[in-house]
């Protein structure tokens, strides 16, 4: 495998890693306004505002790592069909 396909396919992964952890997170906080532990029996109640200030923003960053993913496998696709320009 040549080293710029090996690459692509680490940033490709990584990308959707992070695009798929944001949207979990930014889920959790936009769904969720008081969120308990049970194991710990500790609850915290997030105000609106930081929920709605940090779930859209990660929101925002699932979107642009699934965007950075999705070219990623474009990219090696293109690659493959020998249709590449690098």
């Avoid at 690459?7 to 944001?22: C, D, E, I, R, V």
């Amino acid at each position: 495998m040549t080293p710029h396909r090996s690459s692509y396919k680490k940033t490709t992964f990584l990308a959707a890693a992070a695009g798929t952890l944001s949207l979990v997170l930014s889920g959790w906080l936009l769904l969720m306004q008081s969120i308990g532990i049970p194991w710990t029996g500790l609850s915290f109640v997030l105000h609106p505002a930081l929920a709605w200030g940090s779930g859209v923003p990660l929101l925002g960053l699932a979107l642009y790592g699934y965007a950075i993913a999705l070219g990623g496998v474009l990219a090696l696709q293109n690659d493959v069909k020998g249709r590449a320009h690098f």
